[in-house]
């Protein structure tokens, strides 16, 4: 008969071995990486049955029923109807659905984004944050050519500075983690880190970015993956949070692809 030693021996060495497995990381505890006198100033779990809109917007700062990144040449129009809450969770989804942007021009798919930002240009952003610890947990689509995204932007509207906590970028192994910024000549000018694992798309994962005076820290499922500490490119001015699906952000979705989705277990930020 095996003994109570050695079945404790083999559930640790399981548990050790699916550390990162599964959608666990989504629903692990989470918080702050360093010590100090944190507390919560945004926290959505999404366990409602609608979008909680005292948090959020559904659309950029530009919004006029839709919006995009023009600049960008994504081919997704971002609509309210492409993003649903529910079973304890937030659904963005991409669909290929050609329709007019109130910019006058076709698009070929639209999707769904969340923003702490305004309801137009004139509005007051909902949020803003200067410093804290940012996170998410995010399981991305498995198709190709979607871009899931978790960043920030100026509440001036304008980039940069701009944090890219999470992108995957004509992938779904690789994420990429950029700060951009302008050097002393204006020119703009952006750093960039990279975490490649398989399985984002199986599950629940927890990007997170530490964002101080002196320093900027990346995580991924809770391991310190990407830093920043040249002062020049670190910004100090407040900026609001965004989680979006872009499209074609940098290729085209194959032919047979004509959907995706990108699911959001929670959002937290805290600050000290």
Known sequence: MTSRGAVLGVLMLLLVACGACGSTPGTAASGPPVPGRWRPVLHDDFDGSRLDKGRWTTCYDWNERGCTISTNNELEWYQPGQVAVGGGKLTLTAQRRTVRGSDGKLYPWVSGMISTGRDDWYAEPRHTFTYGYFEAAVRIPPQGGMAPEFWMMPASRYTPPELDIMEFLGTTRTVSMFVHWRNAEGAERKQRGTFTASGFPDGYHVFGLLWEKDR????????????????????????????????????????????ARMLVDWVRVWQR
């Open 216 to 259: 900027l820290v990346w995580y991924v499922d809770g391991i310190e993956r990407f830093e920043v500490t040249a002062p020049e490119r670190i910004p100090h001015v407040p900026m609001e949070v965004i989680l979006n699906l872009a499209v074609g952000l940098p290729y085209t979705p194959p032919p047979g692809t004509d959907s």
